[in-house]
């Protein structure tokens, strides 16, 4: 069974850094693309970072570009995202999602119902 386990959320002040983990069990990351998302409240969910699958190309949210850090990890079989430098704004479920085919890029972000494999969420909360 394909199961994505996100990990590494909580709270932090602003400015400060987090390291979400995406670990996968039942299939390897390397042979799909990842792709990292988030909600907030009430609103919709958003695209935050993707990789791609054989030559790990990254891409990034306007918002988030030169803060965050996507990466692989194979021989752990994760993602991570770093997150440097966080905002309020940053405040969110963040999801982890992973496909094994091609994934469509618009505006220079993966499409998110392009995913088929969904984690359950991590927390971040960015708050002083």
């Known amino acids: 069974q394909l199961q994505l386990v996100e990990s590494g959320g909580g709270l932090v002040q602003p400015g400060g850094s987090l390291r979400l983990s995406c670990a996968a069990s039942?299939?390897?990351?390397?042979?799909?693309?990842i792709g990292w998302f988030r909600q907030a409240p009430g609103k919709e969910r958003e695209g935050v970072s993707c990789?791609?699958?054989?030559?790990?190309?990254?891409y990034y949210a306007h918002s988030v570009k030169g803060r965050f850090t996507i990466s692989r990890d194979n021989a752990n079989n994760t993602v991570y995202l770093q997150m440097n430098s966080l905002k309020p704004e940053d405040t969110a479920v963040y999801y982890c999602?992973?496909?094994?085919?091609?994934?469509?890029?618009?505006?220079?972000?993966?499409?998110?119902?392009?995913?088929?494999?969904w984690g359950q969420g991590t927390q971040v909360t960015v708050s002083s």
């Open positions: 999602a992973a496909n094994r085919g091609v994934v469509t890029i618009v505006q220079g972000m993966c499409v998110m119902r392009e995913f088929a494999y």
């Open positions: 039942g299939f390897t990351l390397d042979g799909y693309v």
């Open positions: 990789i791609s699958r054989r030559y790990s190309i990254t």
